[in-house]
Every structure is written in C-alpha cells, then in structure tokens.
C-alpha cells in the first residue's frame, strides 16, 4: 500500500469552527489531491497541488484552502465550516508527470459539522 | 473534455455468477482508464489500469476489463463472484489535459453478491 496518512480520521465540529485536515505520503511523489465523496456525487475534487507552494483549484473549491509547505504534507482547511461540508474527505498522491497518472488514496477523515 | 459513464448504478449477482459492470468514456486523447474499488468505510484500491498498451487488462481479484475504443467502453468483469466483492467500484479516466494528473470519477457502481 502507498504511504499516505490522514489525521484526523474522524471529526465532530461545529458550524463556523475552523477545521485543518491532514494529509501526509512517504512516497515523495510531487502530485497531491484532496477530495470529498458524498452519496450521489462520487468523487469531486477540491483542491491539488504540483508541488511545494503550488496549488489549484479543482470543481469544489469554495469554502476550502489549501497549503503545502512540504513535499509530504498537503493541508486542508475549512475556515468556517458549514453543515454542507459535511463529508468524507480523501487525499490522493500521483507521480503524474512521469507518464503515470493512477492515483492512490489514503484511508480517509470522515468529518461532521453540526 | 473526458468524461465517463458507469451505466448501472447498482448491478445484484449471485456468488459463482459472472460480474459485468459498464463503463462509457469520452476523451480528447488517447485514454488511460481505470477502475477503482472501495469497500465499505474503506479507501479507494486501484483495480487495474489500461495505459495504451494491451487491450485486455488483468487486474487484482481475477479482474480484468477490455478497452474498446470503437465503442468507447471499458467494461469490467469477472468471471466468478465472491462475497468479497460485494463493494462500489469506480470507473475512472484521466484529465491529461494540462498534465495536472487529475482524475474525472464516474459515479460509481454497487455490486451485491447474494449467497
């Protein structure tokens, strides 16, 4: 299995809290990509990043940010979470850019905002 | 623009009965596709992946799926089912526009196995 983390694993939070998820790989791979999976949607993507301090958007992006400051560590924030992010979020690692593009993911943080 | 359809949002066989589930893509480029599994309150485990190379891809579990590209499908099957792989499974294309390594997920398929 990949190296990859996410810490925490579960979360209970309330509305306009702010929440940091946690994502960390030992593979040293330069992709990383945060998403949500919600029933009836799949798989959406939120943020990603190519590299130490570079990031983009991915088709969820509003209420989240992201950091990397670290090849291995990709952060999630929430800067004031609503009931609507409501999830299970997943991080994935890629050494896209070498002509692979698969995707591992880590185990997944299952947050809840009341 | 990529895109994938899986056609059946939940598919029911019986352990020992073949497993077929569909998948539909759309791509500017010459495709790589995968399928992906999750089991229950589980991560997503690569399948298999067809990178332009074989048509025929052998996965893990005895997996395996064909891409045809005259009918654009990448269906997935196996030719007996276990308990085991009562899961969601994802059909999955990539976005090799802009060489971002992004991933565009179908919607997913449930399979149940029924003793």
């Known amino acids: 299995d990949a190296g990859i983390t996410q810490s925490p694993r579960h979360k209970v939070t309330e509305t306009g809290t702010p929440v940091t998820l946690r994502c960390h790989q030992t593979e040293n791979h330069r992709y990383m990509y945060w998403y949500r999976q919600d029933p009836g949607h799949g798989l959406r993507l939120i943020h990603y990043s190519y590299g130490v301090k570079d990031t983009d958007k991915g088709e969820v992006s509003d209420g989240y940010s992201v950091s990397r400051s670290k090849t291995e560590d990709f952060l999630l924030t929430l800067e004031s979470a609503t009931s609507s992010q409501t999830s299970v979020y997943f991080c994935?690692?890629?050494?896209?850019?070498?002509?692979?593009?698969?995707?591992?993911f880590g185990p997944g943080t299952r947050l809840t905002v009341t | 623009a990529q895109s994938v359809t899986q056609l059946d949002s939940h598919v029911s066989v019986s352990e020992g009965t073949p497993v077929l589930l569909r998948c539909n893509y759309s791509?500017?480029?010459?495709?790589?596709l995968f399928w992906y599994v999750q089991h229950p309150n589980k991560g997503l485990q690569l399948l298999l992946k067809?990178?332009?190379?074989?048509?025929l891809v052998k996965g893990i579990n005895g997996f395996e799926a064909e891409f045809k590209k005259s009918e654009t499908s990448f269906h997935l099957t196996k030719p007996s089912a276990h308990m085991s792989d009562a899961a969601e499974y994802f059909c999955?294309?990539?976005?090799?526009?802009?060489?971002?390594?992004?991933?565009?997920f179908g919607q997913g398929t449930t399979l149940q196995v029924k003793p």
């Open positions: 999955v294309v990539s976005d090799k526009e802009g060489n971002t390594g992004k991933l565009i």
């Open positions: 994935a690692i890629s050494a896209a850019g070498t002509g692979t593009y698969e995707q591992y």
């Open positions: 067809y990178t332009s190379a074989a048509t």
């Open positions: 791509s500017s480029y010459s495709p790589s």
